[in-house]
């Protein structure tokens, strides 16, 4: 069956410093993945996505994300985090049937220290 | 932002009462969905929608039903609300064209006391 895994719940870096959050599903084929985030009280918003090509795809607000076949991994980084920066961030894949259905990790809530 | 509103955004509700939460979107895409989430969980799908009266279950469908009678209009029904549906509730929107993300609403907050 189709899962995300994210083994962090909660991660804690100093402001300024380097971020990388893990993701790992298992799929059969050729997956569509994504990284929401969501700050207290929102709803989720999209960082980036990747479904073909480049295996490492540029987000918004200085994201990025690394695909991996080889170890079904698609963690996200930033090399600088900001203050701002602290949420809960989700990590997805896509079920390619006709429901188009996210299939979503458990999430890491990112804490920033000043 | 996409242009999805939920309503309401918060509810507090007995158990046994019908509930029924809204989902309009400005967008005018084919594909709706309604999930909740729970802390340790991330979001589970409850039911989604592939077009005007097209629904299909998701994952944790028991004691929910859905409507969509327009393509802008997407709600979920608890007929008799328990405890264990006291969560945050999500409705997200898809385009039909390949690649493209849900994006999802701010969420209704639901307490069932």
């Known amino acids: 069956a189709q899962s995300v895994t994210q083994p962090d719940i909660h991660i804690t870096v100093s402001e300024g410093a380097s971020l990388e959050l893990r993701c790992n599903y298992s799929?059969?084929?050729?997956?569509?993945l994504f990284w929401y985030v969501q700050s207290p009280g929102q709803g989720l918003q999209l960082l980036l996505k990747?479904?073909?090509?480049?295996?490492l795809v540029q987000g918004i607000k200085g994201f990025e994300a690394e695909f991996k076949r080889s170890q079904s991994s698609f963690n996200l980084r930033k090399p600088s985090v900001h203050w701002s920066d602290a949420a809960e961030y989700f990590c997805?894949?896509?079920?390619?049937?006709?429901?188009?259905?996210?299939?979503f990790g458990s999430g890491t809530r990112l804490l920033v220290r000043p | 932002d996409a242009g999805i509103t939920q309503s309401p955004r918060h509810k507090v509700t007995e158990t046994g009462t019908p509930v029924t939460l809204r989902c309009h979107q400005t967008?005018?895409?084919?594909?709706m969905y309604w999930y909740r989430q729970d802390p340790g969980h991330g979001l589970r799908l409850i039911h989604y929608?592939?077009?005007?009266?097209?629904?299909d279950k998701g994952e944790v469908s028991d004691g929910y039903s859905v409507s969509r009678s327009k393509t802008e209009d997407f709600l979920l029904t608890l007929e008799s609300a328990t405890s264990s549906q006291t969560s945050v509730y999500f409705c997200?929107?898809?385009?039909?064209?390949?690649?493209?993300?849900?994006?999802f609403g701010d969420g209704t907050r639901l307490s069932i006391l």
């Open positions: 929608s592939y077009g005007v009266k097209d629904t």
């Open positions: 997200a929107i898809r385009a039909d064209r390949d690649g493209q993300p849900q994006h």
């Open positions: 997805a894949v896509v079920l390619m049937d006709s429901s188009y259905k996210l299939i």
């Open positions: 967008e005018n895409h084919r594909y």
């Open positions: 799929y059969g084929a050729t997956p569509y």
């Open positions: 990747y479904f073909s090509g480049d295996t």
